[in-house]
């Protein structure tokens, strides 16, 4: 079978039903499953799901200080920056456009490595590389692990779910997956540790540069606006947290067909340009799966794209030594100015008047 095909552990559910069709969950069966593959004491190599869902209860908790002791109207101006506009930018930088797409390279280690710290780190990079390149081979069909066709909760809690790669890969498909990592920077585990832990990322890696991040963050608000404006941005990073949980569920309509003539150019698939997603993070997400490999999905001027202009400022400094940028090629195709400008008969009638001249 194809790499695409076996690289993600399937749900107990599974992905299709026996006419080949994606079948659709039920919520007890989405939220046994859930469950199940939570639970450490019965599999270890459960850690990872666990971990990321313990990070979330752990932001809980800040956010709780937060709003019952250290609630004013100022610091929630700065949580609500914090987590839509800063967090929700570096998402889209990180994850998506470096670490998924590979839409631009950097210098060196350096400032990969600020890139990747530049906040609180929420989500191990193995639960979103992988899981993402399913998720273009097979966007909202049978076997994409956030099918908006399956309904809110079947993306929500698709990162248990549908994203852990699967648990029985060959040592050829294994590879690949490292493959697929090994740009960001994270060192997998050997075959054999996989095959104990079921993950490509190490437990004590992960935790560790959890704890380090966390520790460096926490430190630096602190000593800025004391525990207060930590626990306020702590608290900030679990809304995003479970925000970001239920972006694609909405980026692709929803299970429906929300796309707009004139505002929504890629019709392979149910993803939309969205407003508010689109100016806080530049995702604008039907743009991005026209050009996935694009370091920049902000088209037209509109279009705020906060990922691509730190994109472009560390090209500026010469941090990103290239990246990909397909704006040029959107608006040639799909921009109706420009499309009539570069019409056959207005060539012609310019090249006419420039021989009467």
């Known amino acids: 079978m194809r790499f695409i095909d076996v690289v993600l552990e399937p749900p107990s559910y599974g992905w299709k039903d026996p006419e080949g069709n994606f079948s659709r969950p039920g919520t007890n069966a989405i939220l046994r499953e859930f469950f199940s593959r939570l639970n ?13 869902w313990l990070m979330v209860v752990v932001f809980g908790v800040f956010l709780g200080f937060f709003i019952f002791k250290y609630f004013s109207i100022p610091l929630l101006v700065i949580a609500f920056l914090y987590s839509m506009v800063i967090m929700g930018s570096h998402g889209t930088v990180w994850y998506h456009r470096y670490c998924t797409h590979r839409a631009f390279t950097f210098r060196n280690h350096f400032w990969r490595f600020v890139t990747q710290n530049l906040t609180i780190r929420v989500i191990p990079e193995e639960i ?8 273009h081979a097979k966007p909202d069909g049978a076997g994409d692990p956030y099918n908006a066709n399956g309904g809110f909760l079947y993306c929500f809690l698709a990162d248990v779910n ?29 075959y054999a540790q996989y095959k104990h832990w079921g993950s490509l990322a190490s437990p004590l890696r992960t935790i560790a540069g959890v704890i380090v ?12 606006g004391g525990p207060a404006l930590a626990c306020a941005l702590f608290g900030a990073a679990g ?13 692709h309509g929803k299970g429906k067909d929300k796309r707009q003539d004139g505002t929504d150019f890629n019709r392979k698939d149910m993803s939309v340009n969205q407003l508010w ?6 995702e604008w997400h039907n743009n991005h799966h026209l050009y996935p490999k694009s370091a920049r999905a902000g088209f037209l001027a509109h279009q705020v794209d906060f990922a691509w202009y730190y994109i472009k400022f560390l ?43």
């Open 40 to 52: 450490i004491f019965k599999d270890k190599r459960n850690w990872l799901s666990f971990t990321t």
């Open 128 to 135: 979103y590389v992988i899981s993402h390149h399913v998720h």
């Open 162 to 190: 549908h994203q852990p790669i699967a648990r029985d890969l060959d040592s050829s498909n294994y590879k690949r997956c490292v493959l697929l990592m090994k740009h960001t920077g994270q060192h997998s585990n050997s």
């Open 213 to 224: 991040n966390w520790s460096f963050w926490f430190a630096i608000f602190y000593l800025i």
């Open 239 to 251: 809304v995003w947290a479970v925000g970001v949980r239920t972006f694609n569920y909405e980026g």
């Open 277 to 282: 997603p689109g100016i806080v993070a530049g």
């Open 315 to 357: 090209s500026m400094v010469g941090a990103v030594t290239g990246y990909t940028d397909n704006k040029k090629q959107f608006l040639e195709r799909y921009h109706p100015p420009r499309i009539r400008s570069n019409s056959p008969a207005r060539g012609t009638l310019r090249k006419k008047n420039m021989h009467l001249r």
